[in-house]
């Protein structure tokens, strides 16, 4: 079992900049596929990027590809979510995830391990 933590959410202006951390703890980070998540009032959680476990291949959504890059370090048991250019539809509570595998998912039933998630708001 995997507990994570995000932090780093907060208020930004649109074409600003957030970097959001998921500590994990528990099990071997580096045995989970990590996704990040976000999930905005009335909306389905939805996919925003992904991770395999050394790093070795990442996944985007269109929506966020060329402005986002997710990144892990498993020393620190940390993953990254380094947010640039952002857009107003870009606000939501993020979620970081976690899956015991080799390869990425987008759909979040897929993920076994949640994190509480952390607001990020962007003002235009």
């Known amino acids: 079992q995997v507990q994570l933590v995000e932090s780093g959410g907060g208020l930004a202006q649109t074409g600003g900049s957030l970097r959001l951390s998921c500590v994990a703890s528990?099990?071997?980070?580096?045995?989970?596929?990590m996704g990040w998540f976000r999930q905005a009032p009335g909306t389905e959680r939805e996919f925003v990027a992904g991770?395999?476990?050394?790093?070795?291949?990442?996944v985007y959504a269109d929506s966020v590809k060329g402005r986002f890059t997710i990144s892990r370090d498993n020393a620190k048991n940390t993953l990254y979510l380094q947010m640039n250019s952002l857009k107003p539809e870009d606000a939501a509570v993020y979620y970081c995830?976690?899956?015991?595998?080799?390869?990425?998912?987008?759909?979040?039933?897929?993920?076994?391990?949640w994190g509480q998630g952390t607001q990020v708001t962007v003002s235009s």
């Open positions: 995830a976690a899956k015991e595998s080799m390869s990425v998912f987008r759909a979040p039933t897929i993920y076994d391990y």
């Open positions: 528990g099990r071997t980070f580096d045995s989970y596929t």
């Open positions: 991770i395999t476990r050394i790093g070795g291949s990442t």
